[in-house]
């Protein structure tokens, strides 16, 4: 009797495992064949689904020192309800093993993740938006499971909804905070990019990007990329109606030693068709962009002057984040889109915050 309890323990658990658990397999999505500067994408390369369990919306792919892969997957209220239809659910960050090529639960309720990096300190910083979210940016540290909370308001109201963020090797996180969706006030005036010292203190850096998404600074700490999409809402718009698009465009800012900007400029424009939305960079310092262009949706590399060097279609599916793997899988590129994860082995190997 107690044999068969304990086997239907076992069965129990794996049953609650294999609920918890992502698809453990790589295909072939279809996608139309990847072209490009072979320097930066090797013959033969393409996309392959490794993970396609998410709600609405995956974003923000971070990758860890150790090897393994974290993600968000944004789980629009408005569309993810539990099995009965009568709640809402909670967002998520989910942890991808690449050896096992299975994807569990990390974190729920995610305080609406969005963009994620890890410091040098090996800390997951997290930028949480908002649709029930936190509206701020968190530090996890990865060996206590201890959160802490980096910045949750500036000049004593909350952010409109944070969306991504990079670290310098200094130690000072730049982020961003427009809003595509949530009930709650909008208590900021503008739509900006801040940076947050070590010592604690945030200054708001960056007011003329329109309407600022991905965000990364360059190899050699010289200068800032910040990817504007405005698509004139700041919610879903109800059937029939259209909003008047703003800035499509990769900004790049000179960055100075004291984490000031100058010098802006658009390194690419992609009107009138949508923009980039999250983006990586390689140690050459060539720009890894997910561009949501209903028009060709994909994976574009831009040379640090923004001059095109590769495309890899996502089909009909609009993407959304990228982040290079570690070690012997340097230049393997995660991407997000869509309710899924993908990767591709590109030719360069993607740049790292150095370890302290």
């Known amino acids: 009797m107690l044999k068969n309890r304990n086997r239907r323990a076992v069965l129990a658990l794996a049953i609650v495992a294999a609920f918890a658990a992502g698809p453990a ?8 064949a990847p072209n490009g500067d072979p320097g930066v994408l090797p013959a033969g390369a393409k996309l392959d689904r490794v993970f396609d369990g998410g709600c609405m919306l995956t974003e923000g792919i971070a990758t860890s020192p150790d090897g393994m892969v974290y993600f968000s997957d944004i789980t629009f209220t408005k569309f993810c309800k539990d099995p009965s239809g009568k709640f809402l659910q909670a967002g998520n960050i989910w942890k991808y093993d690449p050896k096992t090529k299975q994807a569990t639960i990390f974190r ?3 305080g609406m993740s969005n963009g994620m990096k890890f410091d040098a300190q090996g800390n997951l910083v997290i930028a949480e938006g908002a649709d029930y979210g936190g509206r701020r940016l968190t530090k996890t540290d990865m060996k206590t499971g201890k959160s802490y909370i980096l910045s949750g308001l500036y000049n004593g109201q909350p952010y409109n909804s944070l969306n991504d963020l990079t670290i310098d090797e200094k130690g000072r996180i730049y982020f961003t905070d427009p809003r595509y969706l ?12 801040y940076r947050l010292d070590p010592d604690g203190k945030v200054t708001r850096l960056i007011t003329d990007a329109a309407k600022p998404n991905g965000v990364q600074v360059s190899p050699d700490q010289k200068t800032l990329y910040v990817l504007a999409h405005d698509n004139g809402a700041h919610d879903f718009l109800e059937k029939g109606e259209t909003a008047q698009k703003g800035m499509m465009a ?13 010098n802006r400029r658009v390194l690419v424009n992609w009107l009138p068709n949508d923009g980039g939305d999250g983006m990586s960079i390689d140690v050459d310092g060539n720009l890894y962009i ?13 040379s640090p002057e923004g001059k095109q060097l590769a495309y890899v279609s996502t089909g009909k599916e609009l993407p959304t984040n990228v982040a290079f793997g570690y070690g012997n899988d340097a230049n393997l590129l995660y991407l997000t889109s869509g309710k899924s994860v993908y990767t591709i082995r590109m030719a360069k190997k ?3 915050l150095p370890s302290s």
């Open 25 to 32: 397999w790589a295909e072939d999505p279809g996608f139309p």
């Open 108 to 110: 729920s309720p995610s």
């Open 182 to 193: 949530g009930w709650e006030p909008m208590n900021q005036p503008v739509q900006a990019v």
């Open 250 to 262: 990769c900004l790049a800012y000179d960055l100075s030693p004291d984490g000031t900007v100058s």
């Open 290 to 302: 997910a561009v949501r262009s209903e028009a060709a949706p994909g994976l574009y590399v831009y």
């Open 350 to 352: 993607g740049w790292h």
